[in-house]
């Protein structure tokens, strides 16, 4: 009897075995079997020789859908650590990272590898076809370019292209064929980039030096220091040597201008692309050419951390400390610490950069663990002068102080841009009644409804409720509602009020949410047809526009009110990338910071521009409270209808858990932060422990009881290093 051990995307954490008579079914390959009533894709893992299941319960495969394994034994080995660290269904993690083109349940049939002309087509001539069918013209030139063409080079050109494609087959223009032999790829020399300072150099060199072996690098380099061309020159060398690059980004708006530098110094060598905007086909294409070796760098955002590379040889991780390397939701993993992982499996470097490392990055290099790079000096310029408007001694118009009115007056009088800098979107954050003090509360979120004037709305940011502007309070009656607060949107109301003349733009999720939207954007600042930028942070991140020579920083203390025991920290490094915006062209550029508490030792380290020095206060904080990185942390959320049964459950599991008798501190359950959201509440329960293989033992211990005694009532999950509370 051949049996397969198979991972299913099913919220239990076990494999399920199978019969099946397909003798070439390989482990990371597709496979089609009966679940319940159901069919599901799953993947698999192992060819066991015995299962614990009775054979005559055996359920038989219904087919084995690729003829070679997706996913190479180094892919697997990940995902599995992947799944064990953060206590999660391998089967959901693996389909999880796959294209959704490869999760669906489609037939048998196989797509053909590849395509030539038939003698028909081959006789054809391209100006028979209407000028108008451009798909058409442009596929017949493809086919005629070389003798065969592979399956995903026509699928890359969209879905006019592969409608053509169908149209010829009919017609009896065009064959399938089998791919032919492959040639070793022979890449072209990437084109010469500026010369490299000496620190530039230094940090280059090293990363090439390591190139073969597992070294975690942290290059630290302030704003404009040019840790993006050494990225480019450790990628010339690795691609010399015949490796594979992947370069992790957090956005997805930053990827397009990563892109057009990483295509500019490498022409002709094929790159790709993966993120969240991605059509299902797009993608697949773009991953399976990664898969197959024929893209040498790809690009993406976090899930891309997980795609198969056969002959990876160096890992890049850009702004390492951004928190969207952190999934949210579902599966929670951290991108920047499984490329840390993944580079040390595979026996590679992983460079992580950023201006303002994560602290456990921070502690990791201080403590001799990662290789330390630096860039302490901007390429041809100087460091902003960053200084605070004290709002107790200066009062504001319309959230603008009079210091940030004038210096923006000056700006456009010569010709320079500036940018206003607020990390809330809307017209203002809430409406208020006047009379009896009413708010705008959203009722399915512990959260108030932002106002978005110019439509006359009312909008949820958190669970996306969207209504109307009340004409009169819902509550007395009266008319008297206005808007408190500031948003990027009322900014730009006041900033078109002081200087109605100058080109204003405005750039947050609102007006970026078009495709190409912020490309377009991104043009008309770089042509200086804009004077005046208004944006959240968006604008804070690896941008560089040469003639932006002010920012304004508004409501930045709202940072320090969290409870959250980050937030200094993440205040700290969004204010280092907002304030990196200016002068990075010929004139000096200034950084205006309006706050109430000038004298915070955030803000004069930021004068100071001394991370090292604030990085290390931060830690000697964490270290004598017992927070991270010197504890490791897991965190039980529960949610419910009542924010009762969701505390009910998380006492039980704290029960359980004492009665293990663990190793680790098992805090009281307590509510969440933002304790409904989208119509249920939400509590949490934490457990900590200054031994990472304690916290393991004892989740191994806890979790098979949590599953087992789960409430119907109340939905749960785990999060191992928990970025947020």
Known sequence: MSLIRVALDVPVARLFDYRCDDRTAQIGARVLVPFGRQKLIGIIVARPDTSEVAETKLKRAISVLDAEPLLGRADLRLLEFAADYYVHPLGAVIMATLPAALRRVRSREETPAAYALTATGTALDVTTLSPRARAQRDLLALLQSRPVIDHSDISALGAATRKALLAFIAQGWVQTCARPQEAPMTLPAPSTGPTLTADQSAAAKAIAAALGSYQPILLWGITSSGKTEV??????????????????????????QLESLVIARFPGIPVATLHSSLADGERNTRWQAARNGRVRIVLGTRLSVFTPLPDLGLIIVDEEHDTSFKQGEGFRYSARDLAVVRARHTGVPVVLGSATPALETWRNAVDHRYQLLNLPERINARPPVISCVDLRHEKTTDGLSARLITAIGKRIDRGEQSMVFINRRGYAPVLMCGSCGWMSDCKRCSAKLVVHLRDRRLRCHHCGHDGAVPSACPECGDADLSPVGQGTQRIEAALAKQFPKARILRVDRDTTRRKDAWQAMRSRIRERTVDILVGTQILAKGHDFPHLNLVGVVNADGMLYSNDFRAAERLYALLTQVAGRAGRGDQQGEVLIQTEFAE??????????????????????????????????????????????????????????????????????????????????????????????????????WRPYLAETASTAARWSLEVDPAEF
């Open 231 to 256: 990225y480019l020159h450790a990628i010339a060398v690795a691609l010399s040597r015949g490796s594979q690059v992947l370069l992790l980004v957090p956005e997805i708006a930053l990827t397009p």
């Open 600 to 701: 915070h030792p955030l803000y004069a380290a930021l004068r100071d521009q001394d991370f090292d020095a604030y990085a290390r206060s931060l830690l000697a904080e964490r270290q004598q409270a017992g927070f991270p990185p010197y504890v490791h942390q897991v965190l039980l959320r529960a949610e419910a209808r009542t924010v009762g049964v969701a505390l009910q459950f998380l006492e039980q599991a704290a029960l359980s858990a004492r009665h293990l008798k663990p190793a680790v501190t098992v805090y009281d359950p307590v509510p969440a932060n933002m304790m409904r959201k989208s119509g249920r509440e939400r509590a949490h329960l934490l457990v900590q422990s200054s031994s990472r293989a304690d916290l393991r033992t004892f989740l191994n211990a």
